[in-house]
């Protein structure tokens, strides 16, 4: 399985490491093209590499970490989503001042969902501090906790799925309206919480 990746800083980094290391294959881009990724991929290792923001597109599972203000023109002129999974870790902050962007009354990753029409949109991962996400999941004996939300069950488990192989645990908090809400920074109770599930 190909895990495509728009994004390529802090989160989209984490991500992509976290997959390589799990054995997927990791497509990462962002703006200014695959050349100014080569660096990056080097670090990543032999399973991953870089494409075009359509490129990781067409990946089977997709991860979307783009600053809030880009993320329109990320899910822009895509190829049809067809029911594949896209993966939602960006937070409505607008700067300066790490304020709530104006949603009108839906949660971001509604707003995420509406701009990749027939994506299944799986919210996860927005929640910890980038180094926290990118650190090692296994502590303490237990897993790191990551909260996920989405409307589409099938596609919870399967995110649920590849992120248990890499080392997190996942807490689903139901659906993009009511669960983004309590994931949702700024302004839900969620964020910044690191919690470690003990078997
Ligand atoms: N940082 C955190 O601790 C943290 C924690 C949880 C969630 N988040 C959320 O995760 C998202 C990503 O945050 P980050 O810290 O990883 O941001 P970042 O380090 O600033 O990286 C942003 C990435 O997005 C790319 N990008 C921007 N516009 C794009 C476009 N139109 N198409 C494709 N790629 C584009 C950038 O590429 P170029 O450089 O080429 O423009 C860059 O690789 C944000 O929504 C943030 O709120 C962040």
């Not at 002129?77 to 999974?85: F, I, K, Q, V």
């Not at 596609?155 to 890499?166: Q, R, W």
Request: aromatic share 4%.
């Amino acid at each position: 399985m190909t895990i495509g990746i728009i994004g390529a800083g802090g989160i989209g980094q984490a991500f992509a490491a976290h997959m390589a290391k799990a054995g997927y294959e990791v497509l990462v881009s962002n703006s200014r093209g695959p050349e100014s990724l080569a660096e990056v991929v080097r670090q990543l290792g032999p399973r991953a590499r870089a494409g075009t923001r359509q490129e990781a597109a067409q990946a089977d599972v997709v991860v979307v970490a783009v600053p809030w203000p880009q993320v329109h023109a990320a899910l822009s002129d895509l190829p049809a989503w067809n029911g594949r999974t896209l993966i939602d870790t960006t937070n409505p902050v607008v700067q300066p001042g790490f304020r709530l962007a104006d949603l009108n009354g839906s949660t971001s990753s509604e707003i995420v969902a509406s701009l990749a029409p027939g994506a299944r949109v799986v919210k996860v991962a927005n929640t910890l501090l980038r180094a926290v996400l990118a650190a090692n999941p296994n502590q303490a004996g237990g897993h790191r906790v990551l909260f996920m939300s989405g409307d589409d069950a099938a596609a919870k488990a399967d995110v649920s799925g590849i992120l248990e192989k890499v080392g997190f645990a996942t807490i689903d908090l139901g659906g993009l309206a009511s669960g983004g809400r309590l994931q949702q920074f700024p302004g839900g109770p969620l964020p910044i919480l690191n919690l470690i599930k003990l078997p």
